[in-house]
């Protein structure tokens, strides 16, 4: 039974991930059908949030843009809510078995549990957090057809990936897209551009540091400072198990978190190595520790299925993305 579910939910997966919505939704009722899952009325509200999208588009309302971005958050949905089945399908089971036994939970018990090794309570100023520190996370598209992310510093520079911006030529035709994000309205926000200052630039290989330095043009119609900027903790790394945050434009679309499954699994030399997820266009993305302080720059990764990545000095190899550490950035910077 569990690896019959398990290949069906990797099935739907599978659909997701080629923006099958419709199938994935099909078998989704399916799944609940066979399974008692308890799915249902969560698959009908976003099934519905994604059928009316659809009709707003033939009708003109969305653009294939909004569409898209509207589509993608289905799919996100979806895949965060398939997590918890094989869960959900297990306490059913086991509900079901109780039959007509009757229980009760004693007046003294304590229901108020830490879950697992570490307490993740946070304060709800750490989401504050998050959005201003969003804020410093730009767009990069270059004329070469590189989609990227990038974040601004205090000084007025950009961070990216060498393999993102691979020159200083490169630069000159660059271009930043901040606030390339949706509203909680669901609307689109008014975007701002920059070019970028090309004889300032400074960068290390992608077999190396991978990153890209390019001082930004300000503009007196748009000033840098209303985005704020990004902190640095280079010392801070992150030990294993500890979460990491990516902050990111992937695939070059609207501004996206990687919130869940974040721990990091090793480090090795000038890399950091973390279940993070991203997909292309995340490439030189910030990577905050758990106090929203940049550590490493994002640009690399490999499945289990291509291999994996060697993450530690035991040579342990396991699926991962991977993040050059700016405690070797700025040495390097240095000299």
Known sequence: MQNALSVYI????????????D???ELLFELDKKTGADIRQDVLLISGNYRQSRKMYDQGILN????????????FSLLEMMKGIPRKIELNAKIKNLDSFQFSVPDGARLEKIIGGQNNLLKI???EKALVASKAVCRVVTTEGELGTGFLT??????TNNHVIKSADVAKTTRLEFNYEVGSDGKTKSRTAYELDASDFKSSPPDQLDFARVKVIDRAD?????????EFDPDAIPAVGEGVTIIQHPKGQDKQIALN???VIGQLNQHLFYTTDTEPGSSGSPVFNKDWRVVAIHHAGKTDAEGGLVINAQGDRKGANRGILFRDIFSFIAK
């Open 10 to 21: 990797e099935t739907i997966e599978g659909f997701l991930q080629e923006s099958d919505v």
């Open 23 to 25: 199938k994935a939704l």
């Open 64 to 75: 294939a843009d909004q569409l898209t971005q509207q589509t993608t958050r289905v799919r």
């Open 125 to 127: 100023n750490w989401l």
């Open 154 to 159: 205090k000084e007025g520079y950009i961070f």
């Open 222 to 230: 748009a000033p840098l400072s209303q985005w704020g900027f990004v």
């Open 261 to 263: 499954a974040n721990d």
